[in-house]
């Protein structure tokens, strides 16, 4: 439901803000929110990776220890 919200204020600000057609405006919209779907999932990527780095040290043999 989130999204769908999003994807309605991404549409309606391309279509009545830059005044792009209704279905260019429903494509482009469409794009944007795939793509912040995909960022928002790959947050947790990226946190998860951060996170296992900091509990398990880099491994690069610099740092505090060195």
Known sequence: MFFAIILGVVFSVI????????????VVAG???VVLWG????????LG???LE????GG????ENA
Do not use: C, Y
């Not at 803000?17 to 429903?26: G, K, T, W």
């Not at 960022?39 to 990226?46: G, H, Y």
């Not at 690069?60 to 740092?63: K, V």
């Open 31 to 33: 794009l944007l929110t």
């Open 15 to 26: 279509h009545f803000v830059l005044q792009f057609p209704p279905e260019a405006s429903i």
């Open 39 to 46: 960022l928002w999932k790959l947050r947790w990527i990226v």
């Open 60 to 63: 690069d043999g610099g740092g």
């Open 49 to 51: 990776i951060l996170g």
């Open 54 to 57: 900091m509990l398990f040290g």
